[in-house]
């Protein structure tokens, strides 16, 4: 007797002849693998430098009627968090925070003012030294306009008090970037050059001849970018961590919720890479339309460097892309131990990121 046609066996198998092409493919483990991996050892054998992000806070027994505390909160270069209690307490822990800046008076005539600093080990260190440098300009310009009867109007007190916290380490900040790079030139190029070539080669054609259904086609090769970018992710995470001390607070739990991070955002990018798939005329015009998704995402959400450290008017741009809620969620739950619940606005944004561009790609997919 006949047995019936399997659409799950057929897709498998459409899986596995995927999979060995993408093995196969240099330009896919370049992309996804070796390009990535670069960056990493690089930024991994600098050390403990990196992104230079100076986030202040105001102790609350601060003098306030003086004109250090006025000067330091209109620097463009520094950014003054109102938290208190509990909250400050746990981004000063955290890093998040550069310094807790208490001014007080000295109760000497030189220097009248005292600036005490509160900072955490898990700040980087060279995030501090900025803001002394900042704190001791600000002290010099008031000295020379106001000041000039008396050495100094304020000092640093030299004795940073440090609180316990996490060593933050440069590849805790560029790991998850060359992570999303890695998902978005692997979601984007590689989906929209493979179904580009599936339909100019008449390949989806001569699946039609098949019993099997055209979304189980499109699923069986998805599926075996999805495997290979995850097996790519644990290879990138798995040499960070262990080469590089990349920090995962939780151990497994954490890089599993990286790898949940990881999967629905190579869906996302996907997406993307459908669409450039069904708008490409020909296939060199696929680099240019891939392009314009993906390099300002590398430029502008945070890859490379902080967004803080562009303008303001630039940062709102910055926040709307995927890849930026990419890499604020994952650098939350591998450093600062968040939970994926916590991580809600992120995973909130990529999902309706998810239903748009689905929407767009379902209403442009071209199977001939």
């Known amino acids: 007797m006949k047995s019936n046609y399997s659409q799950i066996r057929a897709m498998l198998a459409i899986t596995r002849g995927s999979l060995k092409a993408i093995f196969r493919s240099p330009s896919a483990v370049i ?3 070796a390009f990535p991996m670069i960056f990493i050892l690089v930024f991994g ?36 968090i109102k938290k208190t209690g509990v909250d400050l307490q746990e981004d000063l822990e955290k890093g998040r925070i550069t310094a807790l800046i208490l001014i007080r008076k000295s109760g000497l005539e030189n220097p009248p003012l005292m600036i005490d600093l509160t900072s955490s080990e898990a700040v980087n260190p060279q995030n501090l030294q900025v803001l002394k440098s900042i704190l001791n300009a600000v002290i010099a310009g008031i000295n020379q306009q106001t000041f000039n009867n008396i ?23 560029i790991l998850p970037g060359q992570m999303g790079f890695s998902l ?7 989906v929209a050059f493979l179904f580009f070539n599936l339909r100019q080669q008449l390949v989806l054609k001569r699946f039609y001849a098949t019993p099997i259904k055209r979304g189980y086609i499109v699923l069986g090769e998805a599926l075996s970018r999805v495997i290979f970018q995850m097996l790519t992710a644990v290879i990138i995470i798995g040499v960070g961590h262990f080469a590089f001390n990349f920090t995962l607070v939780h ?7 990286i790898m949940l991070l990881s999967f629905i955002s190579l869906i996302l990018f996907m997406g993307f890479g459908f669409i450039v798939s069904s708008i490409a005329k020909n296939e060199s015009t696929i680099p240019p339309c ?12 945070g890859t490379f460097f902080s967004i803080d450290a ?11 892309m995927p890849l930026t809620h990419f890499n604020i969620a994952m650098r939350n739950i591998a450093f600062e131990g968040a939970s994926l619940a916590s991580c ?23 199977w001939e």
């Open 31 to 33: 992309f996804s693998i």
């Open 45 to 80: 054998f600098i050390g403990s430098g990196g992104k230079v992000a100076v986030n202040v806070a105001f102790d609350p027994r601060s003098d306030t009627s003086n004109p250090v505390y006025a000067s330091i909160r209109t620097i463009a270069g520094i950014n003054v």
């Open 151 to 173: 050495p100094t109007y304020a000092m640093i007190n030299s004795n940073v008090q440090k609180i316990p916290g996490r060593i933050y380490r440069t590849i805790d900040f």
């Open 184 to 190: 978005l030139s692997a979601g984007v190029f590689g």
């Open 251 to 257: 151990g497994f739990q954490t890089f599993f919720e």
């Open 290 to 301: 891939a392009n314009l998704i993906t390099l300002p995402q590398f430029l502008l959400a």
């Open 310 to 320: 562009f303008p303001s008017w630039l940062q709102p741009i910055c926040k709307i």
């Open 344 to 366: 809600w606005k992120e995973f909130g944004i990529l999902g309706i990121w998810i239903v748009v561009v689905y929407i767009v790609a379902f209403k442009t997919f071209k």
